[in-house]
């Protein structure tokens, strides 16, 4: 499921730590709420600027802290414009995170990700379902240990979904996606 998020409601312009930790009070009881494997998208649609205390506040302290106290919970960024995007990707690198941009149906990984991460990002999300680590690693001709250190750094980053399932052999193996 998907939850809307806007930050609209709390000014078009975004600033200080105060106002971002009262807007992430609000965003932590929806993720709290929210069912493991839930998306929840910060809707930046008609604000216009951010400065970097909010951003770090907010953004980094959330997405920092998604994958231990919301786990299987999901951050994504919508509508945003060239200033607030270039804002947030400096953010993100500054912290060394990394985050989802959804613009329409196309899902972006910004922030600090190695090129090798934003190769994995994106064949998930042009895959449009989920995938095994070793049909990945046949994809890119890498070996199986190498796609299994990709794919873990970026469930650890909150930004790909891992699910058990069973292989037709009746083990356990897990499937990876793009959070929609």
Request: charged residues 25%; glycine residues 6%; aromatic residues 10%.
């Amino acid at each position: 499921m998907i939850h809307n998020f806007p930050l609209h409601k709390y000014g078009r312009q975004l600033w200080t730590r105060d106002l971002a930790r009262k807007v992430r009070a609000e965003l932590h009881k929806i993720l709290e709420k929210a069912d493991e494997g839930d998306a929840v998208v910060l809707n930046l649609k008609d604000v216009e600027v951010f400065d970097f205390s909010f951003a770090n506040e907010l953004f980094g302290k959330t997405l920092f802290s998604l994958p231990a106290e919301f786990p299987g919970r999901f951050v994504l960024f919508e509508h945003l414009t060239p200033y607030t995007r270039e804002n947030l990707i400096n953010a993100l690198e500054g912290m060394k995170l990394m985050a989802i941009s959804r613009k329409g149906g196309t899902y972006e990984l910004i922030g600090k990700a190695h090129p090798a991460d934003v190769e994995t990002f994106n064949a998930l999300s042009q895959l449009r379902q989920p995938s095994t680590a070793a049909n990945l690693a046949d994809m890119f001709r890498v070996n199986l240990t190498a796609m299994h250190e990709r794919l873990n750094k970026l469930v650890e980053a909150g930004v790909v979904r891992r699910e058990a399932s069973t292989s037709s052999a009746g083990r356990v193996q897990y499937l990876y996606a793009v959070p929609r």
